[in-house]
């Protein structure tokens, strides 16, 4: 076994870590087991980021490509900033103004603090016991539609069909996420999977690599997009509602 066999093994690996995390995250009990699987992920992504480049390197024998370590930021962030962003989101006193950006910066000062007083929030919006077995059972249907439907699609290279079945998994589990848990917090989650869903098959998938860094741009953008309803858009939400539930947004106060 080559080198480049050795990487594309890792990747594999890796990948399929990927989509344990994401069952993991779709099955979750609790927010923040939610939380951890997803951090897991970022982490698993970031390595398959750095991983790409150096197998792109031993194909092409150019130099290592530095867009790739760049790239690499971009989940590791998430994987450290989800946690406190989203426990801000969730102490947002109903009482309090809304934010500025002087607040904001105060706030995240004091991440220890929020984390510790969201979390008996978290644990309290914890999913139903009732239908565990039906989600699991639909999880693992869409997992093996989208492997039938990547190895159909993707014809005599495993490796690249693989990633394409994990990245639509994601996808296809973000939305079941969304759809079946009833709280914001898990609804951002299940938009975030899908994130990591699109952004492993622009580097994994796209074989133009023109056309993997539009896609990856976008992605850029769609990431900035997310921080920013993390940011100010969800604790906006609970000082209106006073609640992460999304049938308590339905109506907001004034």
């Known amino acids: 076994m080559n080198d480049t066999d050795t990487l594309r093994l890792i990747i594999n690996i890796l ?3 990927m989509l344990l995390m994401a069952l993991g995250i779709s099955s979750a009990k609790i927010v923040p087991q939610m939380i951890r699987f997803y951090q897991i992920q970022s982490v ?24 790739n370590f760049f790239l690499m930021l971009l989940p590791l962030i998430l994987a450290v900033s989800i946690e406190p962003l989203l426990a801000r989101a969730t102490v947002a006193a109903p009482t309090q103004k809304k934010s500025t950006i002087a607040a904001t910066l105060r706030q995240f000062i004091h991440w220890k603090r929020n984390i510790a007083q969201a979390t008996p929030i978290w644990l309290k919006h914890s999913a139903p016991q009732k239908g565990r077995v039906r989600s699991l059972i639909i999880t693992l ?13 993707i014809e005599g290279n495993v490796s690249r069909a693989n990633s394409l079945a994990v990245s639509m998994t994601l996808l296809l589990l973000g939305l079941f996420t969304m759809g079946q848990k009833e709280d914001i917090i898990s609804q951002i989650m299940g938009l975030l999977m899908m994130e990591h869903g699109m952004f492993l098959a622009a580097i994994e ?13 976008s992605l850029f953008l769609y990431i900035i997009i997310t921080l920013t ?4 858009l969800l604790p906006e939400l609970h000082r209106s509602s006073g609640s992460i539930e999304i049938e308590d947004q339905k109506q907001l106060k004034g």
């Open 15 to 17: 990948t399929f870590m």
């Open 44 to 67: 698993l992504l970031a390595f398959i980021i750095v991983l790409q480049a150096f197998d792109a390197t031993q194909e092409n024998s150019s130099q290592v490509n530095i867009e």
């Open 141 to 153: 249907t869409l997992t093996v539609i989208a492997y039938i439907i990547a190895f159909g699609l």
């Open 205 to 217: 998938v796209i074989i133009l690599p023109d056309l993997a860094l539009i896609f990856v741009i």
């Open 229 to 232: 309803i993390l940011v100010y």
